[in-house]
């Protein structure tokens, strides 16, 4: 048994697809766990009644249960009591509300290290609320938190895999598929890890230019 | 509930298949973690970037392409596995990474000051290890082991994609019956179920592990985070 590179290169559209429907779930994923995750933090900071309590619930429950499961539930469970949603939304609506739980600790982590007197400096410059929020508080969260979210979205974009599970043809999809009728593992296997790697090396770069770059105000 | 209580025998079995998964994994990845834990904090360079390799490595490739790579391309070398061998070992790969890092984290967090004083005293480095580090470093790695379990239990349900028949996949078959006999898929409810359990499970080993922190750690040995960024959500 060699390692068969035409073989690979006959295959390389469907890979390439399969990466594509990857970054297509993972993009729209990180941005509605962005929103989640920024919501859910101004709901338990400013102890919003019903809704932090809410939100504390729901991140322990994603926490605590496996993501193959939740993707179950969602993609075969819900239809069972009349909502069906397409193997693509179920993902992105798994993988959100996953990565949500992770991002709402992560915002809320960075919103707690922000001193108390810049909220009463922010009110004492006539700031409300809203505010106070949006332009004070928010920017410099980000920064501090800023590596735990990208920590986040690399591990959402590894989870993207578990997607195969309720066929949807993402990058794993394509290579099982490819393996049940030509029998090329090695070769597939090969090229799914170096796509990952490639992925997840990529996005690691990227967040530390990201990191510099929103430290620049800060350095001397 | 119904369903649950004529099914109650196979769900047994589920869940005792999943605690068999998870305390295979955690007694192997326990084992693989402390050797090169250890091994990694010894002054070789070129031991220590192959371990950092190995680490990186399995923790950049999703979980699911690992175990499915164990699955499908061993047993091509000849190396035949049974599902559930080749679940515990794509899980002791990956555990293991994670773990590796708990144990030197651990480990690198005993203040530099222990080491030399040891040393002044004439002790080897072995000694240093069993004797020093060792106490010191235990009370820091256990409740992240601990966490790491949590992350293990869940990450069992993936047999359920290679055939194991855990947890989930007995969901499934008792879901496929049902929908078979009664014409109505019971989905929602089983699913809703099989969280509710593993929820229940991971529960307790959250609080289990945050207990340990407290406990261990009533007396400040180091106040280093010893979690490495990022571990806790990589399932």
């Known amino acids: 048994m060699e390692f068969d590179v035409a073989y690979l290169a006959q295959q390389w559209p469907a890979l390439l697809s399969g990466l594509w429907m990857t970054c297509k779930v993972t993009v729209l994923a990180v941005f509605f766990s962005l929103v989640i995750g920024l919501l859910g933090a101004a709901f338990r900071l400013f102890r919003?009644?019903?809704?932090?309590?809410?939100?504390?619930?729901?991140?322990e429950f994603i926490r605590n249960t496996p993501i193959l499961v939740q993707l179950f539930f969602i993609f075969y469970g819900l239809p069972a009591v009349g909502f069906?949603?397409?193997?693509?939304?179920?993902g992105v609506l798994c993988l959100s509300l996953w990565a949500g739980a992770y991002q709402v600790e992560n915002v809320r982590g960075g919103l707690l290290?922000?001193?108390?007197?810049?909220?009463?400096?922010?009110?004492?410059?006539?700031?409300?609320?809203?505010?106070?929020?949006?332009?004070?508080?928010?920017?410099?969260?980000?920064?501090?938190?800023?590596?735990?979210?990208?920590?986040?979205?690399?591990?959402?974009?590894k989870n993207s895999s578990y997607l195969q599970a309720i066929g949807l043809a993402e990058l794993t999809f394509v290579a099982i598929d490819r393996i049940a009728t030509d029998f090329r593992a090695v070769e597939m296997f090969a090229a799914i890890g170096v796509l990952y790697l490639g992925l997840v090396v990529l996005l690691s770069m990227a967040a530390s230019v990201v990191?510099?770059?929103?430290?620049?105000p800060f350095r001397s | 509930m119904d369903v649950l209580i004529e099914n109650s025998v196979l769900i047994g079995k589920g869940l005792s298949m999943t605690l068999g998964l998870a305390v295979f994994t955690l007694i192997l990845s326990t084992i693989v973690s402390v050797i090169l834990g250890v091994l990694a904090t010894l002054p070789g360079r070129a031991l220590r970037w192959i371990i950092h390799g190995y680490v990186e490595f399995f923790r950049a490739i999703p979980l699911i392409v690992n175990i499915f790579f164990v699955y499908f391309v061993?047993?091509?070398?000849?190396?035949?596995?049974?599902p559930f061998t080749a679940v515990v070992t794509g899980l002791t790969l990956w555990g293991s990474a994670n773990g590796i890092e708990i144990v030197?984290?651990?480990?690198?967090?005993?203040?530099?000051?222990?080491?030399?004083?040891?040393?002044?005293?004439?002790?080897r480095r072995w000694e240093v290890y069993l004797h020093v580090v060792a106490p010191q470093a235990i009370r820091l790695i256990v409740p992240p082991f601990t966490g790491l379990l949590t992350?293990?239990?869940?990450?069992?349900?993936?047999?359920?994609?290679?055939?194991v028949t855990e947890f989930l996949k007995v969901g499934q078959i008792i879901i496929e019956r049902g929908a078979i006999m009664e014409g109505v898929s019971p989905a929602f409810f089983i699913y809703?179920?099989?969280?509710?359990?593993?929820?229940?499970?991971?529960?307790?080993?959250?609080?289990l592990s945050r207990y340990l922190e407290r406990r261990l750690n009533r007396k400040p040995a180091s106040k280093q985070q010893v979690l490495p960024s990022g571990m806790r959500e990589s399932v």
């Open chain 1, 48 to 59: 919003v009644p019903v809704l932090a309590q809410l939100t504390l619930g729901y991140v």
């Open chain 1, 211 to 216: 990191e510099h770059r929103l430290k620049k």
């Open chain 2, 74 to 82: 061993l047993p091509m070398f000849g190396v035949d596995l049974s």
């Open chain 1, 84 to 90: 069906g949603i397409s193997p693509f939304w179920s």
């Open chain 2, 192 to 207: 809703g179920f099989v969280l509710v359990v593993y929820f229940i499970i991971c529960s307790a080993l959250s609080w």
């Open chain 1, 113 to 157: 290290t922000i001193e108390k007197g810049l909220r009463e400096a922010s009110f004492a410059l006539n700031l409300n609320l809203n505010q106070y929020f949006r332009l004070v508080a928010l920017p410099l969260a980000v920064r501090t938190s800023l590596p735990s979210m990208l920590n986040t979205s690399i591990s959402l974009l």
């Open chain 2, 104 to 123: 030197r984290g651990g480990i690198e967090a005993v203040p530099p000051h222990q080491w030399r004083s040891a040393w002044a005293l004439g002790m």
């Open chain 2, 151 to 163: 992350l293990l239990v869940q990450a069992t349900s993936l047999g359920a994609l290679v055939g």
